[in-house]
């Protein structure tokens, strides 16, 4: 991992902090962070404003790459719970946070924290259970997707063969407090909610179906809250009245993802 950082004016408490922070993440995930830099930019960028990017590199033998070419019908599909917002859709939070005249500050009873906190929430990082669940004897995960911009659907039709459907029960779980309370606050579709925030799953796995529970176990143990999300099956997806679609995504010509039912209150 190397990180880059500009800033308006360097303030060595706050890049210190910065910088800590990534070290943070680095360790959670097992990740060497070999180097940086750090410019400022007067004039570009205000002295309180500052901005950070960073690029990762692994490394992984071709016979053990997962992805849709080891996805078969009757595979499972299962989730790994979000830690909360992680790091998408927040243009669309502060737009509905802003409309509703509230405050960072304010108090959400829902939350049991104050909903700048809420906001606030590091993302989940997952690197080292995954790993952890891929070396486990009994456990062949075929394909792995991080939930991020665009959301569930989108994310998970792209680690999808071209052929294949997932249907997603949304009544196997409810989602946190967070997504409902945008949802009502800003009055959004649901349709534009999923392609937006995460809804409470941060990543999600396909595996032989047989093996689902036992990956759902391992990723307890491991601190992540699991559950059985749907299936994989053959040809193209029937459309049906309140089921949402989403066919290859994300640049991918991929498979089809069928959003099935409504949440669990």
């Excluded at 070290?23 to 500052?50: F, N, Q, S």
């Excluded at 108090?107 to 080292?128: D, H, N, S, W």
Aim: charged residues 20%.
């Amino acid at each position: 991992m190397t990180d880059y950082i500009a800033c308006g004016k360097v303030v060595p408490e706050r890049i210190a902090a910065v910088v800590r922070g990534i070290a943070r993440g680095c360790h959670l995930a097992g990740v060497a962070l070999v180097g940086g830099e750090t410019a400022e930019h007067p004039g570009l960028l205000d002295p309180e404003e500052y901005d950070v990017a960073g690029a990762a590199t692994g490394v992984v033998e071709y016979d053990k790459v997962l992805g849709p070419q080891r996805v078969r019908a009757g595979d499972a599909v299962i989730a790994l719970a979000s830690s909360g917002l992680h790091s998408n859709g927040y243009s669309l939070v502060r737009r509905v946070i802003a409309a509703q005249g509230l405050s960072w500050d304010a108090e959400i009873p829902e939350f049991g924290r104050t909903l700048g906190e809420e906001a606030l929430v590091p993302t989940r990082i997952y690197t080292k259970m995954l790993l952890d669940m891929i070396a486990t004897d009994g456990i062949d995960i075929h394909a792995l997707s991080h939930v991020t911009g665009g959301g569930l659907a989108a994310n998970l039709a792209r680690v999808l063969p071209a052929g294949l459907t997932a249907s997603v029960e949304r009544k196997t779980w409810t989602p946190p407090a967070v997504f409902s309370s945008v949802q009502q606050w800003g009055q959004v579709p649901r349709e534009d909610l999923e392609r937006t925030l995460n809804m409470g799953v941060g990543f999600v796995a396909v595996l032989p179906a047989e093996q689902a529970d036992a990956a759902v176990r391992r990723s307890e143990v491991l601190g992540v809250p699991a559950w059985v999300l749907g299936e994989v099956s053959d040809g193209a997806p029937e459309m049906t009245d309140g089921e949402d679609v989403v066919q290859g995504a994300k640049g991918v010509d991929g498979g089809a993802v069928r959003m099935v039912g409504d949440y669990a209150s």
